[in-house]
């Protein structure tokens, strides 16, 4: 069964940059969707950025311009630059993947993607 396992967070200042990688154990491996999800305590899993079979992109509001998503080459390897990051910020965020992509994946609604890493925790104080 194919693995997602992220690394790259931490604790960062304000202003700040980060970037979170994401492989999947099996090299083969390629998803019609696959995205940055978060979640901060005490709120919803937010559906950060996503990124479909054809390079489109999608983001939320609140980090359009500061942060990019990117696959490698052979798409096994997932991407998160973070930039100007805030304390809100603040979460553990997860990579996904799933079988739907277009408007699916366009939505960031986390049901529409099924294989889920870890997570990783990233941490910006003010």
């Known amino acids: 069964q194919v693995q997602l396992l992220e690394s790259g967070g931490g604790s960062v200042q304000a202003g700040g940059s980060l970037r979170l990688s994401c492989v999947a154990s099996r090299y083969s491996y390629s998803s019609s969707c696959m995205g940055w999800f978060r979640r901060a305590p005490g709120k919803e899993r937010e559906g950060v950025a996503t990124?479909?079979?054809?390079?489109?992109?999608s983001y939320a509001d609140s980090v359009k311009g500061r942060f990019a998503i990117s696959q490698s080459n052979g798409k096994n390897t997932l991407y998160l630059q973070m930039n100007s990051l805030k304390p809100e910020d603040t979460a553990m965020y997860y990579c996904?993947?799933?079988?739907?992509?277009?408007?699916?994946?366009?939505?960031?609604?986390?049901?529409?993607?099924?294989?889920w890493g870890q997570g990783t925790l990233v941490t910006v104080s003010s």
């Open positions: 996904a993947a799933g079988p739907y992509g277009g408007n699916w994946c366009r939505s960031r609604i986390y049901r529409y993607l099924e294989l």
């Open positions: 990124i479909d079979s054809d390079g489109i992109t």
